[in-house]
């Protein structure tokens, strides 16, 4: 096969082999791409009904688009071979990672979590995985979980009620079984299955990843299934006595026979799984898995003094490493898998040199995202830390990371000094690594790269090719300097900072017009502009043009791929969805620390009813940048978008712990709280947040509205059709008030003078408003379902 090309995709090389076929390392010819391509073996293809039935579940597993779930590009044949196509992971499966190592028991609940969620997302849309087990779980080496084979096991469902024909087990005498040890008791019977057959074969995997051994002791097909239905299993901490007596409850509840008696949602396993996370002893718990005989043997006396004399050399080795230890510090490297990187203090003696600092500062950032292995903290969530007094504890608990690098620069006209260490913080403060780079301005981007892939290598991190922070090219000192001074007054996100930022910008594309960087952020700048109080009328079409001449130059900046989306999804009205998916993938893909690229998707998804995707992106966004209020904010947004406003409350309450007067998550809020009968607070936090954004007037009209004050939520109305013209929110109140004609005028208006957002669609308050043919229409338009 290898060299062979099927379709448009070139095999590489073989990566695996199993019950479902052989599996490849291909590359998409189409677009540059490596891929994994699983060939469907003969007996599972050759009836065609069964293949129609698992094309027709695949392509509804590859509709989840999960970030915990392996994404399937594609279903086809070519050259007499029936294929799957799916993103290529680079990692190890459960077993072998279980087979390899100790995991820490906070590290096998992150696992089990990101499975549960996945799980939820497709229970959600219906789909049932059928084959959890070990195998099926991908960990990559930054911990990130992707279930694979979403669809496939409808391919290997019997025929028959009879399990025993599945192609699923090897009924070899003496040899031990393989997925029925997975199987839940109704998939022994024959019997409809639904989401709570998962939740079982996720609790066997839990089980056995604790206890390191099978939940079925037994050694032939019949004897497993036997077991399945009839035997009740040894409790957890028979087998693991080290293990909390929370994870054996949450172990036994979801391998109840009854499916009445198990977690009946992935959800309310996920809530239990984080409170045992975040409980102290979770936290500190050494290490749950580990290495045990298989069986338990007998105790005979000359095993008992070999045991004695085990204990004795343990006990002398453990005194000489007390001893050791206080002599030099320990080697053990600690698990890295997140960091913050605080703001460089400038050290110039020159308090104009601020921008300089920060600036390197930035470049740290987006070179150390580039890793992928790292979960790195944003830089809008770093620079809240500039000259703060906080201790390194405080702000490793804050933040929820593992380490953190601190620093200083120095400028002394064009050559720059780096000083940079990395400290562990907790439980006792610890520098892990400190190093000095000196380098002249205009090798400057080389010198981020090699603190980064130092930092990398210090870290024992296994780097793969796509993670290698690449060294640049040179840079024309002049213009980087004047690169630098624009981000450094963008980033301070006022009128006035965006005016003299895109000044200093442009002049760094005069003097190096070969520079994708300042592109982006020009392209950053007018798409700001766009939205401000006095919008240039072509503030959109220069963003545009900057982004695409950023892509031109190097197609690898994130910033130029999120405004051409955003530009997409908000501004120019062209509709144009598949475009914006990709665009924010690969925005995504190139800089992780990017929130507003995973905020926005959220928003995108949720477009097309993928509610609990959007969810887990908003999630993320609050994960990478955790000082920034308008993730929380938007986080309720969406609750409240589908009408689940009671888990709207918190969210926004978390965001205005942030900032107190931020006028989204108080508008947000005031919502929620006229959702939930909670009037009189919607309102005075509704006029609070109109006094500090008038935009949000109409907030106030649908507190009104919904409070029944109908002669106040009018003359709402009609305030901001004087001031702010007729925009669609108006159709916000017109709905909460029973007006379905004015609502659909107001929104028919508004798509005519192009102020219409996509996201009417499936706003709760528009529900009674979507059979008619009117609001189909305007979905139509927008090229959208309806």
Request: hydrophobic share 40%.
């Amino acid at each position: 096969m290898v060299s062979q090309v099927l379709s448009h995709y070139k095999v590489l090389h073989k990566i695996g082999s199993g019950g479902m076929g052989e599996v490849y390392l291909a590359e998409d010819t189409t677009l540059r791409r490596q891929v994994a391509l699983k060939l469907l073996p003969a007996h599972l293809t050759g009836d065609r009904e069964r293949l129609r039935r698992f094309q027709q579940e695949a392509r509804a597993a590859s509709a989840l688009n999960h970030p915990n779930i392996l994404t399937i590009h594609e279903v086809d044949q070519a050259d007499g071979f029936h294929f799957i196509v799916t993103e290529f992971i680079e990692g190890k499966t459960l077993r072998s990672l279980l087979k390899e190592t100790q995991l820490e028991l906070a590290a096998l609940l992150d696992v089990m979590i990101q499975v549960a969620s996945a799980l939820a997302a497709a229970h959600a849309k219906g789909i049932v995985h059928r084959d959890i087990k070990p195998e099926n779980i991908m960990v990559r080496d930054d911990g990130y979980v992707k279930v694979l084979d979403f669809g496939l096991a409808k391919l290997t469902e019997p025929e028959t009620s009879d399990p025993s024909s599945s192609t699923w087990v090897d009924t070899t005498p003496g040899v031990l079984v393989g997925t029925v040890q997975y199987m839940s008791p109704e998939q022994v019977r024959g019997n409809e299955i639904d989401a709570r057959t998962d939740i079982w074969s996720l609790g066997v995997v839990l089980y056995e990843a604790v206890s390191r051994r099978p939940l079925h002791q037994a050694r032939s097909t019949g004897d497993v299934m036997v077991s399945i239905l009839d035997r009740e299993p040894a409790p957890l901490t028979d087998q693991a006595p080290e293990a909390p007596a929370e994870l054996a409850r949450i172990v036994h509840k979801c391998l109840q026979k009854d499916p009445a008696a198990r977690y009946q949602s992935a959800e309310e396993l996920i809530n239990d799984l984080k409170r045992l996370k975040h409980q102290p002893q979770s936290r500190t718990a050494s290490t749950v898995m580990m290495d045990r005989p298989a069986h338990r043997g007998v105790w005979t006396r000359g095993r008992a003094i070999a045991a004695v004399g085990i204990v004795a050399i343990l006990v002398c080795s453990f005194i000489a490493y007390a001893v050791l230890s206080r002599r030099s510090t320990s080697t053990n490297q600690p698990q890295i898998r997140s960091l913050v990187v605080l703001p460089l203090k400038n050290l110039s003696g020159d308090p104009a040199q601020e921008y300089f600092a920060d600036g390197m500062t930035d470049a740290l950032i987006s070179d150390l995202a580039k890793l992928g292995s790292l979960r790195v903290i944003s830089r809008t969530t770093a620079m809240q830390y500039k000259n703060s007094s906080k201790a390194l504890p405080q702000i490793t608990q804050e933040l929820n990371v593992d380490v953190v690098l601190e620093g200083s620069v120095i400028r002394s006209g064009d050559n720059v000094r780096i000083n940079v260490q990395l400290i562990q913080a907790l439980p006792e403060e610890h520098q892990l690594w400190t190093e000095k780079y000196d380098r002249n301005l205009r090798n400057v981007m080389a010198l981020h790269s090699d603190v980064a892939n130092s930092i990398a290598h210090e870290l024992k991190l296994k780097l793969m090719p796509a993670d290698q922070v690449r060294t640049t090219s040179t840079v024309n000192p002049e213009a980087y300097d004047a690169y630098l001074k624009g981000m450094f007054y963008l980033n301070q996100a006022t009128p006035e900072g965006t005016t003299k930022g895109l000044a200093f910008i442009n002049e760094a594309v005069q003097k190096d017009p070969t520079n994708a960087l300042p592109y982006a952020y020009l392209a950053l700048g007018y798409a700001t502009l766009g939205h401000g109080p006095s919008p240039p009328p072509d503030a959109f079409d220069l963003a545009r043009k900057a982004a695409l001449k950023a892509l031109e130059i190097d197609e690898t900046i994130a910033e130029a791929h999120l405004v051409l989306a955003q530009l997409t999804m908000y501004d120019e009205k062209t509709w144009d969805w598949p475009s914006a998916d990709r665009r924010l993938k690969r925005a995504m893909e190139l800089n992780p620390t990017l929130a507003a690229a995973d905020a926005h998707y959220a928003w995108y998804v949720v477009l097309f009813d993928r509610w609990d995707e959007g969810f887990a992106y908003m999630k993320r966004a609050q994960e990478v940048d955790p000082l920034a209020p308008l993730w929380p904010a938007w986080q309720g947004s969406l609750y409240w978008w589908v009408g689940r406003s009671s888990e709207a409350i918190p969210e926004c309450q978390k965001s205005l712990e942030l900032n107190p007067n931020f006028p989204v998550a108080l508008s947000v809020l005031g919502r929620a709280y006229s959702d939930t009968g909670r009037h009189d607070e919607a309102i005075a936090t509704q006029r609070k947040a109109a006094a500090i954004n008038s935009a949000y007037l109409w907030s106030l009209g649908y507190a009104y509205a919904r409070a029944g004050k109908r002669t106040d939520a009018l003359r709402t109305v009609e305030e901001i059709k004087r001031t702010q013209g007729d925009r669609y929110e108006l159709a916000v109140i017109h709905a909460a008030l029973g007006d379905n004609e004015e609502a659909l005028r107001s929104l028919e208006t508004s798509y005519e003078q192009g102020k219409l957002s996509p996201w009417v669609r499936n706003l709760h308050v528009f529900a009674h408003l979507r059979n008619d043919p009117r609001f189909q229409e305007l979905l139509r338009k927008m090229n959208l379902p309806n």
